[in-house]
């Protein structure tokens, strides 16, 4: 009799990362192209690409918005995202990681690990989720399987486990040797398909070598395959791929393959993998959330209370998608949901097998689904739907805090209500980007993750909506934190306005927190202070953070200590102590040591090697202190931790040194000091009426400290 597979094991849900330009939206084109989903080869230079519809995409050849594809390969679904390789577009990344189980690391066969790479790997870190990895451009001048590999392992730190030999290098990469089942896979000009063959005689020796090398890799870490070579010296086909679906899965070990996904080359086995070593719904732990204080479990079954997660919502000329990973029960077309976030009830109008822009109507969605639905007008990133009758809450996926802003206004004062509008929608599909009034000039600040980002924004602005604005130079997201700390600080509230008075005494020490964030902590004994109110004077404290001395900018990095106070048996209260803490930590901080801090990034800059030494010059006069230099065939790629401030302009002023040939990628690293002639301000120049830029004063209080890279406060 024969065994009737569980639907949800056919089921693959994962994402391509890598860094900008490794070849993640390219890959995703050959997938769609190799499953039959697609008929003609998209390319990204030509802006026809099925992930890349946007017409922002198309016309800067990056990917900046996840996409999500559906597609069927040997009986499996795959339910596929294209994430961005920009750093400015991270949290993207972050959003869609929250609701995969697997996914497929990108890297380039020549720059090896890249900044953004590196990144992305993190961020799948964080959320447990197993990769397996494609060394790409595998044709082009200077690749190395063996160099990039080595890469992966030194900056990532996996255990690479490489199942493939290329065939041919460079220009002349024609294939793979298949090191689990010894065969040759080779792929002729204009060939749809891989030819199966024997190895070549040339290449059998290394072959059996490496494939040497994977069995005892793989037997160290697999107790079974252990098992298997002690007793056989050797490990069979099946054997070897159950361990590697094992250790993928586990996260103890990244399958490693390669291919020329430009070529169509090297895909096939790509997919292949996918399904062999990344996991189903099955295969990963049951959902957990809370319910009234509770946690809970939810299995992959469409019999369980429906739960779902949303993460990603697309305002539509047809309507509003919201695109959410069902991760148990059954969503029907018309059916009520229970939104446990705003704790209302929506109804579902459609639902929709997502390709990008392109929609296929369903009647249902099962547990392990990704999908996209019609018809809810309240649910937003990171809500979680569920059913009425068995309402849970999922943790939401994180929210980067936005570290650059510019200050926006409409030119004509009639389009100031739909300006609102425009940037309340793009807040509502991106999280990433906030908006805000400054209280001190009453401008409306964008806030985002980097000057493309926001660059983006503007422009969705004027073309989705119509509308000319106006926009300043950007400015960056400012900290302040204690250098030097107070001890034995006082701090008494009295106020007696008639009726009940108001009265708190409070007594704090303030001291730097070399690990950022904040820390509070009590030591009153003998009921000095009631434990009731030790929380509101923390409550107070966390709003004294808001605001620091400097310029107005958050506080980070400090503990703060309630050592003693007092009481009164009529006028104190938790509304009196928090007052206390409030005023008490901001007198406190004007009394200490101040520090101003600023975002400081690591670049990668690649340049010709005989304009090295201008690109060096240029990083000093931005205050950028040097990490690193790596010659690789004719360039040298320049590592350095730079202020974000310095940044602004810096790919216009690039090119201009290397005529045109120096490319440069960012990520953030944290914060660290700045210099006493940083703005004092929440932003060094803000816009005025018209466009109009207005300038800030340098800061008088801070101290005049040099940047320590070494320790950044984060």
Request: glycine share 10%; hydrophobic share 40%; charged share 25%.
């Amino acid at each position: 009799m024969r065994t009737r597979t569980n639907p949800l094991a056919t089921i693959r849900n994962l994402g391509i990362l890598a860094h900008v330009d490794a070849g993640k939206t390219t890959v995703t084109e050959r997938i769609l192209y190799t499953t039959g989903t697609t008929y003609k080869r998209g390319e990204v230079h030509d802006g026809t690409t099925v992930t890349d519809f946007d017409p922002q995409e198309r016309d800067r050849g990056i990917t900046i918005f996840a996409a999500a594809v559906s597609c069927a390969w040997d009986g499996h679904r795959i339910n596929l995202i294209d994430t961005p390789g920009h750093v400015d577009f991270a949290d993207e990344v972050e959003r869609s990681l929250r609701v995969l189980d697997g996914a497929v690391a990108v890297f380039d066969a020549v720059a090896g690990v890249e900044p953004q790479s590196e990144s992305v790997w993190r961020q799948a870190d964080r959320h447990g989720v197993p990769r397996i990895a494609f060394v790409n451009k595998m044709d082009r001048a200077g690749a190395d399987l063996d160099t990039a590999v080595a890469s992966i392992r030194a900056r990532l730190h996996p255990v690479p486990l490489v199942v493939q030999l290329p065939i041919g290098s460079e220009d002349g990469f024609t294939g793979v040797v298949d090191l689990l089942r010894m065969r040759a896979l080779v792929w002729s000009d204009g060939a749809e398909t891989a030819q199966e063959g024997p190895v070549p005689d040339v290449l059998r020796e290394e072959a059996v070598r490496r494939r040497r090398l994977l069995e005892e890799a793989v037997a160290e870490r697999h107790p079974a395959a252990l098992e298997e070579f002690c007793d056989r010296e050797t490990l069979t086909a099946d054997t070897l791929a159950g361990a590697l679906r094992d250790l993928t899965r586990g996260g103890d070990g990244v399958v490693v393959l390669c291919g020329s996904a430009y070529r169509n080359r090297g895909v096939e086995p790509l997919l292949d993998a996918v399904v062999a070593y990344l996991p189903s719904p099955l295969d990963v732990p049951p959902v957990r959330g809370t319910h009234d204080g509770t946690e809970e479990e939810r299995p992959a079954d469409p019999a369980a209370p429906m739960t779902a997660l949303a993460f990603k919502v697309n305002a539509t000329p047809t309507g509003r998608l919201t695109y959410l990973r069902v991760y148990s029960g059954t969503i029907d077309k018309g059916d009520t949901v229970w939104d446990a976030g705003t704790r209302r009830t929506e109804r579902v109008g459609r639902i929709l097998r997502v390709r990008a822009d392109r929609h296929d109507p369903l009647e249902r969605a099962v547990a392990g689904d990704i999908v996209a639905l019609v018809g809810l007008k309240t649910a937003r990133a990171g809500s979680t739907l569920c059913a009425p009758g068995d309402p849970l809450v999922l943790e939401p996926p994180g929210v980067a805090e936005p570290v650059v802003h510019v200050a926006v206004e409409a030119r004509r004062s009639t389009d100031t209500d739909k300006l609102a509008a425009a940037l309340a929608r793009l807040t509502e599909e991106d999280p990433s980007l906030a908006v805000r009034t400054d209280p001190e000039t009453g401008q409306t600040v964008l806030s985002g993750m980097g000057e493309l980002h926001l660059e983006v924004a503007v422009e969705r602005v004027r073309s989705e909506h119509g509308l000319s604005v106006a926009v300043g130079r950007p400015g960056v997201a400012y900290r302040e934190t204690v250098g030097e700390g107070v001890t034995g600080f006082v701090h008494r509230h009295v106020k007696q306005d008639g009726g009940a008075g108001q009265f708190a005494h409070v007594v704090l020490d303030v001291e730097p927190w070399e690990e950022g964030g904040f820390v509070f902590r009590s030591t009153v004994t003998g009921g000095g202070v009631p434990q009731e109110f030790v929380r509101a004077v923390e409550a107070g404290c966390r709003d004294a953070l808001a605001e620091g001395p400097l310029g107005g900018h958050p506080v980070t990095g400090l503990r703060v200590t309630l050592t003693d106070g007092r009481t009164h048996v009529k006028d104190s209260s938790d509304t009196a102590f928090r007052t206390a803490g409030r005023f008490g930590l901001r007198d406190a901080l004007r009394a200490s040591g101040m520090v101003l801090l600023e975002p400081v990034v690591e670049v990668a800059v690649t340049v010709p090697e005989d304009a090295v030494g201008s690109v060096l010059g240029d990083l000093a006069a931005r205050r950028g202190r040097v990490t690193g230099s790596d010659p690789r065939g004719g360039t040298t790629v320049v590592t350095a931790t730079v202020p974000l401030a310095e940044l602004f302009g810096y790919a216009t002023r690039l090119r201009s040194r290397t005529q045109g040939r120096g490319t440069f990628t960012a990520r953030p690293t944290g914060y660290a000091p700045a210099p006493a002639a940083a703005p004092a301000r929440r932003h060094d120049t803000t816009l005025g009426r018209h466009g109009t830029l207005r300038g800030t004063a340098p800061p008088s209080t801070a101290r005049s400290t040099s940047p320590t890279w070494a320790n950044p406060c984060r």
